[in-house]
């Protein structure tokens, strides 16, 4: 079992930054596979960006260049820093822990960016 908490989400005018974070606890951090997705109203959730366990990253077209995802398995956390914000950010953040034997989600972070 793996618990999953986010923060660092809010409000920013559009060209901003934020930088989430989502701390785990429980079970061995550094065997899974840590993402970022995000989940706008009347939208499915979609994948944001991913780091695997040797630490290869991936991205959605739509942020890269302008998000970083990292990880401190010392610290059990994983990253994202957003910047250049658009509007079209706007949405709730997950954090996602999966592997072949689990697949966890945290509660959610509401990112907002104002035009």
């Known amino acids: 079992q793996v618990q999953l908490v986010e923060s660092g989400g809010g409000l920013v005018q559009a060209g901003g930054s934020l930088r989430l974070s989502c701390a785990a606890s429980?079970?061995?951090?550094?065997?899974?596979?840590m993402g970022w997705y995000r989940q706008a109203p009347g939208k499915q959730r979609e994948l944001v960006a991913a780091?695997?366990?040797?630490?290869?990253?991936s991205y959605a077209d739509s942020v890269k260049g302008r998000f970083t995802i990292s990880r401190d398995n010392a610290k059990n956390t994983v990253y994202l820093q957003m910047n250049i914000l658009k509007p079209e950010d706007t949405a709730v953040y997950y954090c996602?822990?999966?592997?072949?034997?689990?697949?966890?989600w945290g509660q959610g972070t509401q990112v907002t960016v104002s035009s």
């Open positions: 780091v695997a366990t040797g630490g290869n990253r």
């Open positions: 429980g079970s061995a951090f550094s065997v899974y596979v």
């Open positions: 996602n822990a999966k592997n072949s034997w689990g697949n966890y």
